[in-house]
């Protein structure tokens, strides 16, 4: 599941817009909006890649991933 919270901190860093990453992914506007509102959670595989390309990070950056809460946890100790 691709991290939302990941996607809008990356658009913000790098001064990004949805139609900026719109243009960059191939995907519509529509569709970068229904990610960062969470009505899109499960992505195919070729939408992630597309999304984290456009972003300029790796797929496995973009994912939530259970580790990732518990490696920040820790290190937020």
Not at 31 to 50: E, P, Q
Request: net charge positive; with cysteine; hydrophobic share 40%.
């Amino acid at each position: 599941m691709v991290d939302r919270e990941k996607v809008a901190q990356l658009m913000r860093e790098k001064g990004l817009r949805v139609t900026d990453v719109a243009l960059r992914s191939g995907l519509s506007s529509g569709h970068i909006c229904d990610i960062l509102s969470g009505r899109r959670r499960n992505l195919h595989a070729v939408t992630t890649y597309r999304l984290a390309k456009a972003l300029e990070v790796s797929v496995e950056e973009l994912l939530h991933t259970r580790a990732r809460e518990e490696e920040n946890a820790l290190a937020s100790r």
